[in-house]
């Protein structure tokens, strides 16, 4: 009965690789975050979408593309891969595009060699 | 844009103790969340406090929305406790649910 689940948890590959972590969500929100977890623990927003549309998109590289087929899901889809691209990767779902709680999943731990 | 000041940035404790973690925030807000991250790198939504004071068993927070910061207490600690705790804001006029975080107190229970 997990509420936000992210898959994989763990993902090693290769510079230059595609990759794709993919975000569920079963608490009936209607807006969804990815969040960056750096290796010094500073967690920053990426993107959020609300009802299937597009409502943050910070300054992220266009390597980097979020794609939301409804409102329990939001993937995460990243083109050649880049050293600086390790990181912990969170998806977090609220009610409503306000200020609301948000829930995080467990992240997706993403290491390039 | 805002900025999001935790303190202290390390805490240790014996078992038992009590503490107080402090968020100070540059500007008003929308919103202000506590969330734990613990060992296992889970991010638990503690507490969503704009202003006022909450508690939830041996946790309680204040925030003073007027002077801009907010309080985490933690009462007769235990080991399950330890972990980063981070401050979180949503800018007033900024992005909604645009959450900014702060860096985090570390906080370690010992035995």
């Known amino acids: 009965d997990t509420a936000v689940s992210q898959t994989p948890k763990y993902l090693v590959t290769q510079m230059g690789n595609d990759k794709s972590i993919k975000c569920e969500q079963n608490l009936g929100h209607d807006t969804m975050y990815w969040y960056k977890q750096d290796s010094k623990k500073f967690l920053k927003i990426m993107f959020s979408?609300?009802?299937?549309?597009?409502?943050i998109n910070e300054t992220v590289p266009n390597r980097f593309s979020p794609k939301s087929p409804d409102k329990a899901h939001l993937n995460l889809h990243i083109n050649s891969l880049e050293l600086g691209d390790s990181a912990v990767y969170f998806c977090a779902s609220s009610q409503g595009s306000g200020s609301q709680p948000q829930h995080f999943g467990d992240g997706t731990r993403l290491s390039i060699l | 844009g805002i900025q999001v000041e935790q303190s202290p940035p390390d805490l240790i404790l014996q078992e038992g103790a009590n503490s107080t973690l402090r968020c100070n925030f540059s500007?008003?807000?929308?919103?202000l969340q506590w969330f734990h991250q613990n060992p296992w790198g889970q991010l638990i939504n503690l507490f969503y406090i704009p202003s006022g004071t909450k508690q939830n068993g041996r946790l309680s927070a204040t925030t003073v929305a007027t002077e801009r910061y907010s309080l985490l207490y933690i009462s007769s600690s235990q080991t399950t406790d330890s972990g980063v705790y981070f401050c979180a804001v949503e800018e007033y006029g900024g992005s909604q649910g645009n959450l900014i975080f702060g860096k985090g107190t570390k906080l370690s229970v010992k035995p």
């Open positions: 979408y609300n009802n299937k549309e597009l409502i």
């Open positions: 500007d008003s807000v929308n919103n």
